[in-house]
């Protein structure tokens, strides 16, 4: 197989798995090679995602490697096989390549989890306060980048995976833009949490206790839980967490948020009185 320039987010993520499960052997790359019947080299572009991998040879290193989870080795298999050319590869080149692999993310995820604190999430936003948070960016964006942006955003919100978001007053007050648009927005989320697949609970201002404010984060569901992925906002993108104690930190918090929130039917309740408050 051809090596690759730029591997994926889902390409390294097979990679960084394959090395886990050597390093969980106690085998050096060059030993695990010989098994193969290849060289060191080859396979340290295989655990970086830069070259690619068959079923036969996932299969193979997942024997010598002694790991008899079938439903994981068969999710590595998928990851290893899968040649999906998703609507988000017409972008690439066009912007950073966060965003082609967060949408890559959204497409092949079982669940989302999303903790939202300052911003209503790009996955509910609607285009003009998507436009008004791409507009705040420093640098700033040229009006071709920015447009960009805003249909790509418009576009990874076609999901039908359940998703469940806890949302903080403060991200539902902050005018990104006018009062006319902090309305349509409101109203887009009461709209969009009566889908059957769609949860919206709020944390309000006077929740006592509260203590996890800075706990913004969107938790994707993968084929199994040991592939599951944590997506965090940072100053250059975004940063995808996947070692299995951080992903056990993160799902401790998102059910500790989610019991704190108002349920769906008191958040709806919430989010409409402040929508007449506009």
């Not at 798995?17 to 050597?22: I, M, P, Y």
């Not at 706990?215 to 199994?224: A, E, I, K, W």
């Not at 704190?260 to 309740?269: F, I, K, M």
Request: glycine letters at 6%.
């Amino acid at each position: 197989m051809p090596r690759r320039r730029q591997p994926t987010a889902r390409q390294s993520r097979l990679g960084t798995e394959l090395l886990r499960l050597r390093e969980a052997a106690g085998l050096k790359g060059r030993e695990a090679a010989a098994l193969l019947g290849t060289d060191a080299a080859r396979l340290s572009q295989i655990e970086s995602g830069i070259a690619g991998i068959s079923e036969d040879t996932v299969r193979r290193l997942a024997s010598h490697y002694v790991c008899t989870d079938q439903e994981f080795i068969d999710a590595l298999v998928a990851m290893a096989t899968d040649r999906t050319r998703g609507w988000w590869e017409e972008y690439r080149g066009l912007l950073p390549t966060s965003f082609l692999d967060l949408a890559e993310l959204d497409h092949h995820a079982r669940f989302l989890h999303e903790v939202a604190i300052l911003y209503v999430p790009g996955l509910l936003q609607t285009e003009d306060y998507a436009r008004a948070v791409f507009s705040s960016r420093v640098p700033e964006l040229t009006r071709d980048e920015l447009e960009l942006r805003v249909r790509h955003r418009m576009r990874r919100q076609q999901i039908t995976v359940p998703y469940e978001l806890v949302i903080h007053e403060s991200a539902l007050r902050i005018r990104v833009s006018d009062r006319a648009a902090s309305r349509a927005q409101l109203s887009k989320l009461l709209e969009l949490s009566e889908a059957e697949h769609i949860t919206v609970r709020v944390i309000p201002f006077d929740l006592d206790g509260f203590a996890r404010a800075a706990s913004t984060m969107t938790y994707v569901g993968g084929p199994v839980p040991k592939l599951d992925t944590v997506v965090r906002d940072v100053p250059h993108g975004s940063a995808f967490i996947d070692s299995e104690a951080q992903l056990n930190i993160f799902r401790t918090r998102f059910r500790k948020v989610e019991a704190a929130s108002l349920d769906p039917g008191q958040s709806r309740d919430f989010i409409n009185r402040l929508a007449k408050e506009l």
